[in-house]
């Protein structure tokens, strides 16, 4: 291995378990340095070294105090994965907002705001089949299957195929697309299955339509369902006179659930 001394094994010994405790050792500078490097790239859009595969001495990290600190509480954890990932999800960095402001407008490296990242495949589908309260029906698969829970990618749905799912045909995570694509626009608009969850007699359009509430508490509901937050001002005045200019009660419900679910607000970890 890299900077260490050569393996002994015998002929019946597994190689893997040498290769295994060379991870592990706590003098290996490789590993440690390379795991947290590419969780934290995971949750906050790019690595400490960007491109997370290019780990170079020219091509030095945007903060190499940070990537040892990781590192040193990667190690000390005993290579705990569970740790590191509630480490790096109850940061600071992790916690800002994305919304720029003067002081941190032209960063794109240092992490001064968060970075924008769009829903992968597997979770945009389960968020929608959460908002919708309808679940997306996975052929030999029970009921209540989310995506995120699928095996690999032999499961035929069209919707993960056209957001980036990965067809693992090689290592790489390149294999997964998460840059936006006109294809992806379509299907927002002509998906079977959004329309199917939206269409769902027992699903949570139908039982907005038939809700005797106010209609601005029913678009407050909404908001907070579906992007976590409430209407603003402009907002809420379009949706009432969206649903008062509709005849017919269910459709209008369903438009108004399907353009939020288009929105980047939902969309985008913000």
Request: hydrophobic share 40%; net charge negative; with cysteine.
């Amino acid at each position: 291995p890299l900077g260490g001394a050569e393996f002994v094994t015998g002929r019946h010994d597994d190689p893997r378990i040498n290769l295994m405790q060379w991870m592990r050792n706590r003098d290996n500078p490789f590993f440690a340095r390379t795991m947290v490097n590419r969780m934290w790239a995971h949750f906050l859009g790019r690595g400490i070294v960007h491109p997370i595969d290019d780990a170079r001495s020219t091509n030095p990290p945007s903060n190499p105090e940070l990537l040892d600190a990781l590192a040193q509480e990667f190690i000390e954890s005993g290579f705990d994965v569970k740790h590191l990932v509630r480490v790096i999800t109850l940061s600071y960095a992790y916690g800002l907002e994305s919304a720029p402001h003067a002081g941190n407008a032209g960063d794109s490296q240092t992490f001064a705001r968060f970075y924008p990242r769009r829903l992968t495949a597997e979770v945009l589908l389960d968020a929608i089949s959460e908002v919708l309260d309808v679940p997306t029906e996975f052929p030999g698969f029970p009921v209540g299957t989310r995506a995120i829970e699928l095996p690999d990618e032999n499961v035929a749905e069209h919707f993960l195929d056209v957001f980036g799912r990965p067809s693992r045909m090689s290592a790489c995570e390149c294999e997964r697309v998460d840059a936006p694509a006109l294809t992806q626009a379509l299907e927002l608009v002509n998906s079977v299955e959004i329309q199917r969850k939206l269409s769902n007699t027992a699903g949570y359009a139908a039982r907005l339509a038939s809700s005797d509430q106010l209609p601005a508490e029913l678009a407050n509901e909404v908001f907070n369902r579906v992007l976590t937050r409430q209407p603003r001002p402009e907002e809420l005045k379009a949706v009432i006179d969206y649903l008062e200019a509709e005849s017919n009660r269910t459709v209008a419900w369903q438009n108004v659930l399907w353009s939020l679910l288009a929105t980047s607000d939902f969309l985008f970890n913000q």
